[in-house]
């Protein structure tokens, strides 16, 4: 069987659970500002597909690279990390 290479795992925060099995997490990430060498937030949104729709807004969930299941959707829930409160 051939070895199709390691899949992408991010830690996110779901911002939106409006459509049905699909969640928009928010990955932030720190990156260091090349000349004033400060930390800078910097954040991507990520459309999952969330198969029991499970996920609500504020969850910390860990989403997988996976193949593409519509025009914007390239990533799973994995997990929830911890559920909101």
Not at 11 to 30: A, C, Q, Y
């Amino acid at each position: 069987m051939k070895n199709r290479g390691i899949k992408r795992q991010i830690i996110g925060t779901v911002v939106s659970d409006k459509m049905n099995k699909t969640v928009i997490v928010k990955v932030e990430r720190l990156v260091m500002h090349p000349m004033y060498k400060k930390y800078v937030r910097r954040h991507a949104k990520f459309s999952a597909h969330d198969e029991e729709n499970a996920c609500r807004i504020g969850d910390k969930v860990l989403i997988t690279e996976s193949r593409p299941l519509s025009k914007t959707k390239k990533w799973r829930v994995s997990s929830i990390v911890k559920k909101a409160v």
